[in-house]
C-alpha cells in the first residue's frame, strides 16, 4: 500500500512540475517546459539560426532584443510587431520608434520556417522573440535565463500603442518611468533593462539635440562630456547625418557587461534617456552605481527584468492564435 501511495504522489508531482517553475499572468501560465513534447527542438532551433545571424553581424543581438523590447511595450509581448500592414492593420513598423530602426525581422522569419518544417503551428512567433533576445545576450557575453513560454500571437496590431507607449531616447526620466509603470515593471527593472545600452547602435538624429540645443535656448548639454562631445559632433553635425550610426557603449561596443553603467557616471551616455539615470532621480543614480560596481548584480537583476517584461500581457490558451507566417495573421 506505502509503494503505490509513493507512486501516485510521483505521478502527481510530475504532472504538476511545470506549474512550479511557471510565469502566472492573467490569462494563464507560461512555463519554460512548454514545448517539451510538441516541438522538443524548438529551443535548439531558435539558438542555431540566432547565433548565425550574429556571428554574420554582431549588431544582429542588439536588433533582436530590442525588437522584443519594442513588441512587450505594445498590446503585451504578442508579436503584434512582426505584423505588415494588410487591410484592417496598420502596421507598427511604421511607428516613430519603429521606422528605420527596428531590425531583425528577417531572422525571425528564418526562425519560423525553421519551425514551421520541423513542427507545424507550434510555435508562436511571440515566444521565438523572447527566444532570441535570450540567445542574443548569452551570445554577446551576457546572463543567461530560462525563458517562460506558451505565448500565442495577437491578430491585430497598434500603431498609437507603438508610438505612444515605448520610451523615446528625449523623454524625460518621469516619463519613461510611467511608461515602464504602465507595463508592470519598477525602476529596478528601468536600470536593469536600460543596460542592454551596452551593446547596439543609435542613429545621429537620436541624440543630436544634446550636442547642440537639448534645452532649448541654443545652448550644448554639459551633462555630457564635453571631449566625448566633440567626438559625436564630427559624424553627427547640427544638419545631415541622420542615419550615421554610433555604439551605444563606446568602450566595448559588441560585449555585453557593465561599462554602459560606468560610462553614466562619467557623463558619457550616448541618448539623453541613458544619461538622466544618473542626473534626474536618486533612486536610479544608486543603482547605476551599485551596477557600475558589481557586474554579476547587473547580470542577475537584468535576467529577472527580462522575464519580468516578457510575461507584460501575454495572450495564453485559447487566445490569439499561432501564425504560419509572422509577417501576416492566419487566414
Known amino acids: ?45 531558435v539558438k542555431s539560426i540566432v547565433s548565425s545571424a550574429v556571428a554574420k553581424e554582431t549588431r544582429m543581438a542588439a536588433s533582436l532584443l530590442r525588437l522584443h523590447f519594442h513588441d512587450c511595450f505594445v498590446k503585451g509581448c504578442d508579436a503584434s510587431i512582426l505584423l505588415d500592414g494588410s487591410s484592417g492593420i496598420i502596421s507598427e513598423k511604421g511607428s516613430n520608434p519603429n521606422r528605420k530602426s527596428v531590425r531583425g525581422f528577417d531572422v525571425i522569419d528564418q526562425i519560423k520556417s525553421a519551425l514551421e518544417s520541423a513542427c507545424p503551428q507550434t510555435v508562436s512567433c511571440a515566444d521565438i522573440m523572447a527566444l532570441a533576445a535570450r540567445d542574443s545576450t548569452v551570445l554577446t557575453g551576457g546572463p543567461s535565463w530560462e525563458v517562460p513560454l506558451g505565448r500565442r500571437d495577437s491578430r491585430g496590431a497598434s500603431l498609437s500603442g507603438s508610438n505612444n507607449n515605448i520610451p523615446a531616447p528625449n523623454n524625460t526620466f518621469q516619463t519613461i518611468l510611467t511608461k515602464f509603470k504602465l507595463q508592470g515593471l519598477d525602476i529596478v527593472d528601468l536600470v536593469a533593462l536600460s543596460g542592454s545600452h551596452t551593446i547596439g547602435k543609435s542613429r545621429c538624429v537620436s541624440f543630436r539635440q544634446r550636442l547642440y540645443n537639448q534645452s532649448g535656448n541654443g545652448q550644448p548639454d554639459y551633462a555630457l562630456d564635453q571631449y566625448y562631445s566633440a567626438q559625436l559632433k564630427t559624424r553627427c553635425p547640427r544638419s545631415g547625418g541622420d542615419q550615421n550610426l554610433f555604439s551605444l557603449d563606446f568602450v566595448s561596443p559588441t560585449k555585453f557587461d557593465n561599462s554602459y553603467f560606468r560610462n553614466l557616471l562619467a557623463s558619457k551616455g550616448l541618448l539623453n534617456s541613458d544619461q538622466v539615470l544618473v542626473t534626474k532621480n536618486e533612486a536610479s543614480l544608486e543603482l547605476v552605481r551599485k551596477y557600475a560596481e558589481n557586474n554579476e548584480e547587473f547580470y542577475e537583476q537584468f535576467a529577472k527584468s527580462m522575464v519580468k517584461m516578457g510575461n507584460i500581457f501575454p495572450l495564453t490558451g485559447k487566445r490569439g492564435e499561432i501564425r504560419k507566417s509572422c509577417r501576416k495573421i492566419n487566414t
Do not use: H, W
Open 1 to 45: 500500500m506505502a509503494k503505490s501511495i509513493s507512486i501516485i504522489m510521483l505521478v502527481t508531482l510530475l504532472t504538476f512540475a511545470p506549474l512550479c517553475f511557471s510565469r502566472k499572468t492573467d490569462t494563464g501560465y507560461l512555463y519554460p517546459q512548454f514545448y517539451d513534447r510538441s516541438c522538443p527542438k524548438a529551443a535548439e532551433i
